[in-house]
């Protein structure tokens, strides 16, 4: 199963940037050498074991975030020590290097792992570049629409930081003549298309999703959904735009 990690770089080898409008930028943090979505395989030493590996490399509010999507035996979860050159990194959890990585060519790149579940070696190959990841936090405002029913108009407070890696995204959504509903979240996918956000009232009552884009930001067409005892029973679509700050 393809398990899903976001991982901050702890040790950074480049002074913080800056981001100053709504719009993706290079990264200044981010060696230029790394930075971008990779893709490619790992191949186990044991025998004919293969896998898929994506990674995207790119910075928020100073920080480097690699995130890796993939199967790798030695990827489980916990904790990473990263540590990166302007053209190869390695990662250690518990104090043992587990992953390596070394730039060969300008869109190519190899290295090897090892733990005690597995030892081999991985190849992936540079597809694309990626912006520096967008501040989303401020006063978003917009509406709910649902089939038969007038749109609610919203306000939402929100507040995007980095925790563990994880682009964590925490509010109020506030509409007239209706309770206040704290949510959390995350965001994730930033691409120089847009990005995506996830939202999650605490008891699970209301879950939204939407592609968001920049320029102004705003996320157009979302959906959400209503939950009673975890059966949905009711939704629609959101659209919101972040005000001008």
């Known amino acids: 199963m393809t398990r899903f990690f976001t991982v901050l770089l702890l040790v950074l080898a480049a002074a913080c940037g800056e981001i100053t409008t709504n719009m993706p930028s290079q990264s200044t ?6 930075a971008g979505e990779w893709t490619g395989l790992w191949t ?6 293969t896998g898929e ?5 790119q910075e928020f509010a100073g920080e480097v975030v690699l995130h890796i999507a993939t199967d790798l035996p030695c990827i489980d ?14 990662a250690h959890i518990g104090g043992q290097q587990v992953l390596n990585g070394e730039v060969t060519a300008p869109s190519a790149m190899i290295g090897t792992y090892a733990c005690a579940a597995d030892v081999g070696s991985w190849q992936a190959t540079r597809i694309r570049t990626l912006p520096v990841i967008v501040d989303l936090s401020g006063v978003w405002s ?3 629409y649902r089939e038969g029913a007038l749109p609610l108009p919203f306000t939402l407070e929100l507040q995007m930081t980095l925790e563990s890696g994880v682009l964590r995204l925490a509010g109020t959504i506030v509409a007239v003549d209706q309770p206040s509903v704290a949510v959390v979240g995350y965001a994730d996918e930033f ?3 847009g990005y995506r956000v996830f939202f999650e009232s605490a008891d699970g009552a209301l ?3 939407g592609d968001g884009q920049y320029g102004p930001l705003r996320v157009e067409a979302g959906q959400y959904g209503v ?19």
Do not use: E, K, Y
């Open 29 to 34: 943090v981010v060696p230029p050498a790394l």
């Open 44 to 49: 186990s030493s044991a025998g004919d074991v």
């Open 53 to 57: 590996l994506t990674m995207r490399v």
């Open 77 to 90: 979860g916990m904790s990473f020590l990263l540590q990166m050159a302007p053209a190869a990194f390695t």
């Open 142 to 144: 917009g509406a709910l």
């Open 191 to 193: 691409n120089d298309a």
């Open 207 to 209: 879950r939204a999703q």
């Open 227 to 245: 939950f009673a005892a975890g059966t949905l029973i009711g939704g629609g679509v959101f659209a919101m735009d972040r005000q001008a700050q």
